[in-house]
């Protein structure tokens, strides 16, 4: 499993950068457009071009790229988790219920 997660990563991070390339893409049809640049041109081709699907489908693929190279990765032991213990180290006594403590300042 470790195998296909690592020759998964490029295509993960190419779907990551074309994601955002697709984004831009979109930010600078949008402008144009609004600004009326090339008389709709940019919308003519965003619109042939199916960018707005591959906006939606890319991202998708992506998740799940990184999904998969997620659950592949291996994990560390139940042995490797376990926070270490100091030797040496003494624990601090329990303060006694009994004993009452002085108050540092009295309010006014």
Same mark, same amino acid.
């Given at each position: 499993?470790?195998?296909?997660? /690592?020759?998964?990563?490029?295509?993960?991070? *190419?779907?990551?950068? $074309?994601?955002? =390339?697709?984004? %831009?893409?979109? #930010?600078?049809?949008?402008?144009?457009?609004?600004?009326?640049?090339?008389?709709?041109?940019?919308?003519?081709?965003?619109?042939?071009? /199916?960018?707005?699907?591959?906006?939606?489908? *890319?991202?998708?693929? $992506?998740?799940? =790229?990184?999904? %998969?190279?997620? #659950?592949?990765?291996?994990?560390?032991?139940?042995?490797?988790?376990?926070?270490?213990?100091?030797?040496?180290?003494?624990?601090?006594?329990?303060?006694?219920?009994?004993?009452?403590?002085?108050?540092?300042?009295?309010?006014?």
């Amino acid at each position: 499993m470790k195998k296909i997660a /690592n020759s998964l990563m490029p295509l993960a991070v *190419l779907a990551f950068f $074309g994601t955002c =390339l697709v984004n %831009v893409f979109g #930010l600078l049809v949008v402008l144009m457009t609004s600004v009326g640049f090339a008389d709709g041109v940019p919308l003519y081709y965003y619109q042939r071009l /199916n960018v707005a699907v591959i906006s939606v489908a *890319l991202p998708i693929v $992506g998740m799940i =790229l990184f999904a %998969v190279i997620l #659950l592949g990765l291996p994990r560390k032991s139940a042995e490797a988790a376990k926070p270490t213990v100091i030797e040496g180290a003494a624990n601090l006594p329990v303060i006694e219920e009994g004993k009452k403590e002085t108050p540092l300042a009295k309010a006014a």
